[in-house]
């Protein structure tokens, strides 16, 4: 009994990991192990051996078992110190950001407009960025040789001799698209085109892309009522102020009859703008009612409908909302310029849960 006390004792502390010490255990007190065999021997022995036997072998069994515990603890307590050990984490190092991207101001505001608009029950349209000619300018009453074609400053595409397509522009505005959605839709009809839009032209203010959102509504008795009350909510809503005015003053696009450009009262105290006060007036957009030749041109019938349209910059109210003093950095894609006037992927311009937070 002794030596078998002694050769299990010492194999249970020699066992190198859990695997072995099963071993072991079954060896010594498995259902053939040694222990367990001797102790099937007692029923062989007379009643004075067994009252020595058994209770000494019971003994037996019962050291063997409480060591079997205790190295399966520490071995267990071994193999957790080895995985602290080898998985060792500095949790002083700077992170890795995850999800530093954000939203450009120019997609912000593009979403703060529609959320703005499809309140007033626009829906969102949109139209090719190379767009023929004749979508571009001849349809919206610029004939060739007009001047206004001069004045965009038109990127022409090229195309071949013997290609016999039609002229192609990179659209000098989003106005095409109040054609495209005329013909798709026919009348009543209230769509807004946020959109890339391209002219050649190159400074602090200018850039040979830049973004538009074109505004149209046709009815039976839409007027110039109708614009400006849609444009003074737009205002208003955009620039999250209570009160703002609004000065028509009357201009001149081929494609709208009366035509007017739209300025917001604004003040430039201390270099920062603010909307609905103070003596300066801003131009923020172009606007007008919809030319009786733009209509037929749409398939419309201009003596039974008309309709207003408009035609606004959406870097430049950008600009003005945000503070953004310079239209080229909008598109150098400058991480310390996004980081700084981007906006959190998760924040949605919404009227009820608010525009820019
Ligand atoms: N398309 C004009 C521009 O780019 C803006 C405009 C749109 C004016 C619609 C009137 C009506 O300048």
Redesign the pocket.
């Known amino acids: 009994m002794q030596e078998l006390r002694n050769k299990y004792i010492s194999a249970i502390a020699d066992a190198a990991d859990e695997a072995t010490l099963e071993d072991v255990r079954l060896a010594a007190v498995g259902k053939k192990g040694e222990v367990s065999l001797k102790m099937r021997e007692l029923g062989k022995m007379n009643p004075e051996e067994r009252q020595i036997a058994g209770p000494a072998l019971n003994a037996l069994k019962n050291e063997i078992n409480s060591a079997l515990v205790a190295r399966k603890v520490s071995l267990a307590d071994a193999a957790l110190e080895d995985r602290l050990r080898n998985e060792w984490l500095d949790v002083t190092l700077p992170s890795r950001r995850r999800g530093q991207g954000s939203i450009h101001p120019v997609s912000q505001v593009t979403e703060e407009v529609t959320a703005i608009f499809a309140d007033m029950g626009f829906a969102v349209a949109e139209g090719p960025q190379v767009d023929s000619d004749w979508y571009n300018f001849d349809a919206l009453n610029i004939p060739d040789h007009h001047p206004a074609r001069a004045e965009m400053d038109t990127f022409y595409m090229y195309r071949s001799e013997s290609d016999n397509q039609p002229p192609h522009v990179l659209r000098?505005?989003?106005?095409p698209v109040?054609l495209r959605s005329m013909e798709k839709m026919g009348a009543p009809l209230r769509i807004i085109c946020p959109g890339g839009?391209y002219r050649a032209d190159y400074d602090q203010t200018h850039t040979p892309m830049f973004h538009?959102v074109?505004?149209l509504a046709v009815d039976k008795d839409i007027s110039m009522a109708n614009l400006k009350w849609a444009l003074e909510e737009f205002v208003k809503a955009f620039f999250e102020v209570d009160e703002v005015e609004l000065r028509f003053r009357a201009s001149h696009?081929p494609?709208?009859e009366p035509?007017a450009e739209v300025d917001i009262r604004c003040s430039w105290a201390g270099g920062q703008l603010k909307v609905g006060e103070g003596d300066d007036w801003l131009e923020i957009?172009?606007?007008?009612m919809v030319h009786p030749k733009v209509l037929k041109a749409g398939g419309i019938d201009p003596n039974e409908w008309q309709g207003f349209?408009?035609?606004m910059g959406i870097d430049r109210i950008a600009m003005l909302k945000y503070g953004i003093p310079d239209l080229r950095a909008f598109f150098d894609s400058d991480l310390r310029w996004l980081h700084h006037y981007g906006f959190g992927s998760l924040d949605q311009p919404s009227l009820q849960g608010g525009l820019s937070r």
Request: glycine share 20%; aromatic share 16%.
């Open positions: 000098t505005h989003t106005s109040q839009v538009q074109e505004g696009f494609f709208t035509s957009l172009g606007s007008g349209a408009f035609g």
